[in-house]
């Protein structure tokens, strides 16, 4: 038996897909957990075998991936998130191409990484050759649920779900990619350009339409991780309610998928959903264009009036040429990532009683937290970190006040 912690970084998307790995080793007799990444330092209590990270960009998870190796821990990498299509890797800038593929090195302590597609797993081998052997294409990790037959949810009306994708907006542009270089500037200062920009095309049109298709849908808003919902609640709190929750559960309420360049668009073709790409923000074009595209309110309102429900309807030469950047999608990722991870050699040593709770570690670069203070919000059931410790602060996804909730997390005596 292996004990196997696996480590989410964005709940709502990760945590179906490893609920479902899990069961497959559960099946084959290991003990498993799950935890937020930023918990990763509770393997010092929980002496695991096995760590499953998410994608290792940034100093601190490369940092803790690398004191886990020490301490006799497996460490295997699952890329929550497909990359970037070949041709699009292809025309983006250096910099925006060392965001997605990273810019760290961790092939000395990393005995494994699962990507979705072997289109993905060459381009990052042919980037970062140190990981040659490493890395395994497993197939499309975050479509395996829609192989499952589930009933669709029945609604009084159709219900049409705004779903959002402006995160750098609410981030300053000094450093708004955590995982980009700090001398990539103008990266930074793009990425935060592009999303203010577009996000504000939502703001001054999904008022409006929600006001125009209220009495015949009812519709339902969905925030980007990382994105502050305060001004969308301002604008439509009273027409469009959050939806919260895993990405498949959400879109399998719904019968319209209104996006803004998102890998949503291919879940909501493997669902029958029809969609819509408005104020598009993705660098990646054919993602991008598997959705019509709607530049303004009026293009968005014809394209929506258009759309039959019940049927998707998706770019089929954008789907067919994605199909090698997505992997496999036959249902049997998750099995395949268990057995990759079964199959695993353990590391040998011995983790001692005493062995140190964390090291701590100075980070040459700025703007990396090493003292943090936890919080749970009760009200969206989310995880939030923060820089230090408040009496009182508001939780950055739903806005509701955290009074007393605030726990500093234990550091090594």
Known sequence: MKKILFLNHDT????????????????????????????????????????????????????????????????VVRRCEPGMSADSLA????????????????????????????????????YKPELEGKVKAVGSFGFDVYKEHVPKVKNEKPVVLLATGFPYADRKALFS?????????????????????????????IK????????????ALRLHGGENGGTYCDLIGDMAPLAVGNTDAVLRAVDVLIHAGSTMAME?????????????????????????????????????????????????????????????NDGNTCKRAAELIDALPLGGAEISGDWL??????????????DMVMAHCSSCNRNVAFSSGLDMVKCPYCGVCMCGLIRRMPEAE
């Open 12 to 75: 709502q998307r990760d945590s179906a897909t490893h609920v479902a790995i899990r069961k497959h080793l559960e099946d084959m007799g290991h003990l498993t957990w799950m935890l937020h990444f930023t918990q990763a330092r509770r393997a010092c209590y929980m002496k695991p075998d096995i760590v499953i990270y998410p994608e290792i960009r940034l100093e601190k998870l490369r940092d803790e991936a690398a004191q886990l190796h020490k301490n006799g821990i497996t460490v």
């Open 177 to 205: 990619v955590p995982e980009a270089r700090i001398s990539d500037g103008l990266l930074h200062a793009e990425l935060v350009q592009i999303d203010r920009m577009n996000r504000q095309m939502w703001f001054d049109s």
């Open 208 to 219: 409006p339409f929600c006001e125009k298709y209220k009495d015949r849908y009812d519709i």
């Open 357 to 370: 709770v964390y090291d701590k570690i100075k980070y040459p670069s700025p703007y990396v937290y090493t």
């Open 268 to 328: 909501a073709h493997l669902l029958g959903i029809p969609a819509i790409n408005f104020a598009n923000k993705t660098q990646d074009q054919l993602v991008a264009s598997i959705s019509p595209n709607c530049e303004d309110l009026g293009a968005l309102c014809e394209t929506f009036e258009g759309l039959e429900l019940g049927k998707s309807n998706a770019n089929p030469d954008a789907v067919e040429k994605l199909q090698s950047f997505y992997g496999v």
């Open 91 to 126: 025309s983006v800038s250096d910099a925006y191409k060392r965001a997605i593929l990273g810019n760290i090195d961790y092939s000395d302590f990393v005995a494994l990484e699962m990507v979705w597609s072997q289109e993905f797993a060459d381009a990052l081998v042919e």
